[in-house]
């Protein structure tokens, strides 16, 4: 199975966490998951990341994501 990291999808760069997934819509998931864990174990760094993409105008955001997505298909593809 293939892998990204948390710090390539957005997450905080101190995170090496490889997040795995077969497409990307698995990767984005298993990601957001990853996430949503450390802010329940009350990981500052995950929830800044989090706060900083949500404190984005919305088009920023999408081009966030399209470029998370990309990420994504490269590791698919390598
Ligand atoms: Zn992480």
Partial sequence: MKTVKCADLGGPSTCTVEIPGATVEEMGK????????????GDSD??????????LAPE??????????????????G
Avoid: R, T
């Avoid at 995950?46 to 993409?53: F, N, S």
């Avoid at 920023?60 to 593809?77: F, I, N, P, S, T």
């Fill in 46 to 55: 995950h929830q800044d990341a989090v706060e900083a993409m949500q404190s």
């Fill in 60 to 77: 920023e955001q999408q081009e966030m994501y399209a470029k998370y997505m990309q990420v994504c298909e490269e590791a698919l593809k």
């Fill in 30 to 41: 298993n990601c957001q998951e990853h996430v949503m864990e450390e802010i329940e174990k």
